[in-house]
């Protein structure tokens, strides 16, 4: 049988994993997972960049595994390690920095955005930032990656990736290939998941929905969802509305079918015509059903999650067997770049 393709993954720890980053980028991964040689890897160094305080960086750390692990990561079957525990990872970002001419950086997008769009002076400019896509390269070639799925907003870094491999292996190579050039995966139909605002869920603009809440805090945070002044009882608008949208991203086709009645009917059992405000129906039953669907979808994961968080040790062992798993695969690729530099 032929060996399974390499796919390999870094998320940042930003902070709890909302809903759309389940349904965008979570929850595909762990799909594409399943039929590949899966490795996936927490990017604390990259998180450095915005400068967070440690405390809050190592909670996040902390929280970003507990998430992946309760909605379905198998550490046996995926290799799961923070970016931090695998040296021969920045050691082979020097390499490529040696190959990596200044146009290629000026032109990153990253950059781009602080000098063109912000206005930031470029020497201003703090060189983790200007030579991210230089790490973002050696995370990638530093274990053989077949296949790395990116949005399209970090499409010219993969394009980077693919490029610094070729320059080292053309320099160094002499014919063969020391580094394996990735191909992307581009999902050209990125979900997107509207927030409290109606906008697409961001942390940015501070409109997200996280599942781990617990119930109150949880509904508490879907209250929060705007919707119009249609008054108690009237019908309400299914189309466009954003308890409704995100409601039928997590329901059953019946459950749906069932809430979208109860819009039409501004009723709570629409099949009674019983002029009665005990079955009425408004904006706030809409936003409870929200938080039933959604404490009924992820249950056990939330469990999970709270679980793990309260196990923290567990999730730094669990980091760093699976780091011993990823530097095996690391050492034998920065090995080969360094025997074709001449270090070796």
Known sequence: MAAK?????GIQPSGIPHIGNILGAIE????????????LFIADL???????EPKQ????IHSVAAAWLALGLNPDQTVFYRQSDVPEVPILAWLLSCQCP??????????KELTDNKGMPGEDVRHGIYSYPVLMAADILAF???????????KQHLEITQELARKFNHVYGGGEAILKVPEAKIDEAVMTVPGLDGRKMSKSYDNTIHVFLEDKPLLKRI??????????????TAAGDTVFELYKLFATEAQTTRLRRQYETGRKNPDENVDDERNYFGWGDAKKALHGVLVERFGDARAEYHRLMDDQGHL????????????????GVLERALRACGIR
């Open 5 to 9: 393709k390499r796919v390999l993954t």
């Open 28 to 39: 595909p991964s762990l799909r594409l997972a399943q039929n590949h040689d899966g490795f």
């Open 46 to 52: 990259h998180a450095l960049t915005k400068q967070p």
């Open 57 to 60: 960086l190592q909670a996040q």
């Open 102 to 111: 200044l146009g290629m950086l000026n032109r990153a997008h990253t950059f």
């Open 144 to 154: 053989d990656a077949d296949v790395v799925p990116v949005g399209k907003d970090q």
């Open 223 to 236: 209250k929060q969802i705007k919707t119009d002044s249609t008054e108690y009882g009237a019908p309400l």
């Open 316 to 331: 730094d062992r669990l980091l760093a067997a699976g780091a011993e798993r990823a530097r095996n695969v690391a050492r």
